[in-house]
């Protein structure tokens, strides 16, 4: 049951504790496809052009977000925008994961172009040999 609350004018302000819910949701949903992806704050917040803590006030819902800058969200991420707005049955829990496609390709996009911004050849040589060796390793080999 949601309470209502009364404001200095006397109004309820039962839709601003919905509003809040809401904005709180979404920012769950950024937070869990930010880290389904293995992207930090910032790394989320200089794809967006924002700071580190604006995405923290996304996440725990303290800032609303605005039409567009969600939308660049769920493009950054791979989803589409109506991955923020899905509902589950009353009593149901939450929906917090992501598709794992759509982490991997925001991954896999991400170090992509960090990759290309490389110009030392020999920087992108031990990278390259970096990843080889991890995949090595994650083999058993």
């Known amino acids: 049951m949601t309470s209502k609350t009364k404001s200095k004018t006397g109004q309820d302000t039962m839709a601003d504790a919905n509003k809040d819910a809401t904005a709180g949701d979404i920012g769950h949903r950024i937070k869990s496809l930010r880290r389904s992806a293995g992207l930090s704050q910032a790394n989320l917040g200089s794809a967006l052009g924002v700071t580190f803590q604006q995405v923290q006030k996304y996440e725990s819902g303290r800032s609303r977000i605005a039409?567009?800058?969600l939308q660049q969200i769920a493009?950054?991420?791979g989803v589409d925008i109506s991955y923020f707005y899905e509902t589950k049955p009353e009593g149901a829990p939450p929906d917090r994961t992501a598709p794992a496609t759509s982490a991997a390709t925001t991954a896999d996009t991400i170090f992509r172009e960090s990759f290309e911004k490389i110009r030392d050849p020999r920087a992108r040589y031990l990278l390259s040999e970096l990843a080889r060796v991890i995949c090595?390793?994650?083999?058993g080999k």
């Not at 090595?136 to 083999?139: F, K, L, P």
């Open 67 to 69: 039409a567009d800058k």
């Open 75 to 77: 493009q950054t991420m």
């Open 136 to 139: 090595e390793i994650e083999a």
